[in-house]
T-cell receptor, first 111, second 111 residues
Framework: DGGITQSPKYLFRKEGQNVTLSCEQN?????MYWYRQDPGQGLRLIYY???????QKGDIAEGYSVSREKKESFPLTVTSAQKNPTAFYLCASSLRNTEAFFGQGTRLTVV | QKEVEQNSGPLSVPEGAIASLNCTYSDRGSQSFFWYRQYSGKSPELIMFIYSNGDKEDGRFTAQLNKASQYVSLLIRDSQPSDSATYLC???????????FGTGTRLKVLA
């Protein structure tokens, strides 16, 4: 079955620790995205990538980093510079100007 | 700043009624328009997309687009309690892969 897989579903981070969220798609989509959603809020774009080895900052990129070494994969690292990382993180993929498909999300909590 | 605006709600409608959800956008270059449904704690799922002015119907759902007035709406006929969710409006601009999301409207269908 084609789709987007995010892992893990739940992630706990200690203060000062870097963590990496995984996102894999087998839809052969060119573009991939990372969004952050806080309780009762909409989706805010962190990073997006239109092609392999290229990515652009979204509206809230500070404290995050990404890579796009393969078309299928777009991991997100939440660094220690992100002071308030507790949120629901959503990965998506799309072709140009068509609908974006979302993974099931990763809920990150700082402990 | 290119924006997509939605009334946060909640919008409460009785079961069997028509629910009307509205979205306005600021970028006149916006080309593609999407409605997503998001249940609490879950990832967004596509309900409708529309590219041209006018109405587009799919079962109980109708999307309406008016580019001159820069708004897009979603009508849900015969609303059911299972339609209770947050509805997110998203737009893309020609030549980009970037999606801009509204903050969503929470719909409550009362049995």
């Amino acid at each position: 079955d084609g789709g987007i897989t995010q892992s893990p579903k739940y992630l706990f981070r200690k203060e000062g620790q870097n963590v990496t969220l995984s996102c894999e798609q087998n839809l052969n989509h060119d573009a991939m995205y990372w969004y952050r959603q806080d309780p009762g809020q909409g989706l805010r774009l962190i990073y997006y990538s239109q092609i392999v080895n290229d990515f652009q900052k979204g509206d809230i990129a500070e404290g995050y980093s990404v890579s796009r070494e393969k078309k299928e994969s777009f991991p997100l690292t939440v660094t220690s510079a992100q002071k308030n990382p507790t949120a629901f993180y959503l990965c998506a993929s799309s072709l140009r100007n068509t609908e974006a498909f979302f993974g099931q999300g990763t809920r990150l909590t700082v402990v | 700043q290119k924006e997509v605006e939605q009334n946060s709600g909640p919008l409460s409608v009785p079961e069997g009624a028509i629910a009307s959800l509205n979205c306005t956008y600021s970028d006149r270059g916006s080309q593609s328009f999407f409605w997503y449904r998001q249940y609490s704690g879950k990832s967004p799922e596509l309900i409708m997309f529309i590219y041209s002015n006018g109405d587009k119907e799919d079962g109980r759902f109708t999307a309406q687009l008016n580019k001159a007035s820069q708004y897009v709406s979603l009508l849900i006929r015969d609303s059911q309690p299972s339609d209770s969710a947050t509805y997110l409006c998203a737009v893309t601009t020609s030549g980009t892969y970037k999606y801009i999301f509204g903050t969503g409207t929470r719909l409550k269908v009362l049995a």
